[in-house]
């Protein structure tokens, strides 16, 4: 039997699937938090409670300040999908 993901787990997932963001789980705050790398002039993180709203915000983030590129970063594992926490 699978051992249950943790928090911690599912925010490394999210960080593995979308370079150019640091993703940790804020345990103390039991949230998710996320950084945009490549905003270099007064980048905010953002936060939530649920990964699925983390990503929404992310790609809020994503459409105001592309990443180099293009928009969105490739994921590094195409076709994977996160389950919903």
């Not at 105001?64 to 926490?85: F, K, M, V």
């Amino acid at each position: 039997m699978t051992p249950p993901r943790t928090p911690a787990d599912i925010a490394r997932d999210l960080e593995a699937c979308h370079p150019g963001w640091v993703i940790v789980w804020r345990c103390w705050a039991r949230r998710f938090w996320a950084f945009p790398c490549w905003i270099t002039t007064d980048p905010e993180a953002v936060e939530a409670e649920r990964p699925q709203d983390l990503l929404a915000l992310m790609h809020e983030i994503e459409l105001q300040q592309p990443t180099p590129g293009g928009h969105p970063y490739p994921p590094l594992h195409p076709g994977r999908r996160l389950p919903a926490a």
